[in-house]
């Protein structure tokens, strides 16, 4: 067994700390506050190709292992969750390419998202679906060589800003079985009958774009179905293995930027004449929140070793870190606030945006009750 990461992934974390620190932390409150897509740091991201980190080199991409973007992720998080976001999920749903999409769709889609050109999103939940992913109800319905799409997807991460989407249709509503039928098909938001309403207002991650996205007769070619028809749901599990992963390295992140905070302010302020770090039970929240964030990170990156090297342990480790690492994050920023005391809470200090930014982790890509439903599945099945 081996813990060390090599040199070169060593090199990566450490490249994307500068970029993180000289382009992303300076501008994060700006985002937050204003609500507003980061175009800008996504430039200036490109350029480093921080986000075509999965995409093959074929397309144009960096190529990195899972381990290695779970890095890049951790440390894009820790300077802030909202831009680190918007840079990393431009290819959110590319690995359904990636792993079932014909040639052609690689060169049509791949390479436009690696080289900064296009943004693109995966579109599941709906208004009425949410984690039973079995009942969603936007329907493709083929009308000579064309998809028809009708019906709404909810919380779009991208969903204003993006160029295409990988969509899930229930494309066979007569299928037997609960989970056949369902299609994964690419739509392009300059589509006919294609209109997409930003969603503001949210608790955090606000730089990140969501969006409720419209299908009303939206035409798509026969070849923008990705995979094999019916098997999207399917293809869907496989993708959230990797995704949720993904996840768990942004609650690391959250909780490695909460720690790094906090303990610089515990060691800046001063109270009874001496600096808060001094005190016993402020030392005590700092080692338990940096043993609890190395604990999530050797999960994650235990999870991310996996794709590819171990893949049948993948989907109990994938559900295990995203549960655990989110947890993780919420409670790091929690005690972050609190050893900032009053400071905390508005949002001259990073603390009160990353407390905001945390929560999401335990609810999309899957909430933590959906993670322990699977854990405990595999348990049931498998046993230990
Ligand atoms: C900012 C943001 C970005 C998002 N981005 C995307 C995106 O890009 N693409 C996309 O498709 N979706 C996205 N989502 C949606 C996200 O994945 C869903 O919100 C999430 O899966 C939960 O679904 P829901 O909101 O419908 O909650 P519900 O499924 O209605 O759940 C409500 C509560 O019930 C619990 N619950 C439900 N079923 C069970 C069960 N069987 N056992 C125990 N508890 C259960 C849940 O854990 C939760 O606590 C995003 C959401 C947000 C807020």
Known sequence: ????LSDEQ???REEVRRFAENEVKPVAQE??????FPFEVLDAATEMGLNGANIPMEYGGADYTALDTAIIIEELFAADPGIALSITATTFGSDALIEYGTEEQKERFLEPIATGEAIMGAAISEPDTGSDVSSVST????????????GNKMWITNGSVGDFFVVMCETDPDAEGRYNGFSQIVVE???DGFTSEKITGKLGIRASDTAELIFDDVRVPEDNLVGTRGMGFLQLMQFFDITRTMVAAQGVGIAKGACER???YAQEREQFGR??????AIQHKLADMHTRTEAARQLTYKSAWSVGNSEDQLTTLASMAKEFASRVAVDAANEAV???GGSGYVNDFDVERLYRDAKITQIYEGTSEIQKNVIARELMDKGF
């Open 31 to 36: 985002y937050d506050v204003e609500e507003k």
């Open 10 to 12: 060593e090199q990566i």
């Open 262 to 264: 906090a303990l610089d």
């Open 189 to 191: 938001s300059d589509r």
């Open 275 to 280: 600096e808060i770090g001094d005190f016993q």
């Open 1 to 4: 067994m081996d813990f060390e």
């Open 139 to 150: 329907n493709a319905e083929k009308d000579g060589d064309e998809w028809v799409i009708n």
């Open 338 to 340: 609190q050893i900032h």
